[in-house]
């Protein structure tokens, strides 16, 4: 009942990140102790919590500076101790997942017993509570503290954001993490309404989020996935397809864009990035938040500044991005891509399935 708190076990169901290396490193634990929560947090009982490229980045450490080559599912033995977003090492063991959608279920001494029983989604940047503009000073859910991979999960109440939508837990534990990030591109470069942009990736996570919210924005999307996915894309709201096995991928876009190109939104980079580039106009907007192909890219300083261009890192964004998120999804105005759903004891199979890129939007676990 809302406005009291729930009978909280004492240990719950977890998944706990024990080190870096491959999906053996995540150990499915029934003793996990519940949090205990700080003045300022809330207990959220988690019912379900979208996996992202973050997940998997963190887990074999391919945040490392010595780490040159592609995301994949394994762990990389040439990982450092650098081997979180932050460029710090990862505390073991530790609980990943940035997505939760669960139920307030207890709140800390400092109040907001309003949230109790309310259904919620997470902001997952943990921003200091004294200077949240800082930056530096930032963590993310499932990285710097405990996530949404346990059937309980403690965070402050500030980042919790109640929602009001006929949407299933699964599918707004698809939303967080991929359409805060996608959000985070478009705001950053300021697409506007008639502008083209190139979405690379454009059938992740994030991509499907690149597509639907730059056509909220009223541009048009010249999106570039494997020929396999082109109806699903499109039916995301992209404009034109190009197929990234293209043998002359840069041609092929600049065919399909039929003109200057404002924007672009890439989380791909690798080879193609060079010659991708130079299709963007003379103060064009490039923006990034992500390297699934490689992060190690070639750029001739000249495309940079006699084209005017302008590059975007997109990584921290404030907290009007989650609350801009909120309130397209509360009005509708985008709707979920789920590609399936795995129990949080099946955490091994989940993750496997969400490095092999075979589906389209997000991948999602349960919790029961």
Not at 35 to 43: M, N, R
Request: aromatic share 6%.
């Amino acid at each position: 009942m809302t406005g009291v708190p729930a009978v909280i076990p004492d240990v719950m169901t977890a998944v706990q990140l024990v080190g870096n290396g491959g999906p053996e490193m995540l150990v499915v634990r029934h003793d996990v102790p519940v949090p205990v929560l700080a003045a300022d947090e809330v207990l959220i009982r988690v019912r379900a919590c979208g996996m992202n490229n973050t997940d998997i980045n963190t887990r074999v450490g391919w945040y490392s500076k010595s780490v040159t080559g592609a995301t994949t599912g394994d762990g990389l033995l040439e990982a450092g101790e650098d081997g979180t977003w932050g460029g710090t090492g990862m505390a073991f063991p530790s609980i990943q997942g940035a997505d939760p959608c669960g139920e307030v279920v207890d709140v800390g001494q400092a109040g907001g017993r309003s949230l109790l029983g309310r259904r919620v989604l997470v902001d997952g940047w943990i921003r200091d509570a004294s200077d949240p503009a800082d930056r530096g000073k930032a963590g993310y859910l499932g990285s710097e503290r405990d996530g949404g991979f346990a059937q309980y999960c403690a965070v402050p109440a500030r980042n919790v954001h109640p929602i009001e939508s006929p949407l299933s837990d699964v599918e707004l534990a698809s939303f967080p993490c991929s359409w805060s990030t996608a959000e985070h591109m478009l705001t950053r470069p300021g697409l506007t309404a008639g502008e083209t942009i190139v979405v690379t990736g454009a059938s992740g996570g994030v991509g499907t989020a690149l597509v639907q919210l730059a056509k909220l924005r009223g541009a048009r999307v010249v999106a570039v996935t494997t020929a396999s996915k082109f109806d699903d894309v499109a039916a995301c709201g992209a404009d034109v397809l190009v197929d990234r096995s293209s043998g002359d991928l840069s041609g092929a876009v600049a065919e399909a864009a039929g003109g200057p190109v404002d924007v672009w939104a890439d989380v791909v980079g690798g080879p193609d990035f060079a010659p991708l580039l130079e299709l963007l106009r003379r103060g064009g907007r490039y923006t990034t938040a992500g390297a699934i192909a490689g992060p190690m890219v070639e750029l001739d300083l000249r495309t940079l500044y006699l084209n005017d261009l302008e590059l975007y890192g997109c990584t921290v964004y404030g907290p009007e991005v989650f609350t801009a998120l909120v309130g397209y999804i509360e009005r509708g105005e985008v709707r979920p891509v789920v590609a399936g759903t795995f129990p949080l004891t099946d955490i091994h199979a989940a993750q496997e399935a969400f490095v092999a890129k075979r589906h389209t939007g997000n991948l999602v676990i349960t919790v029961d």
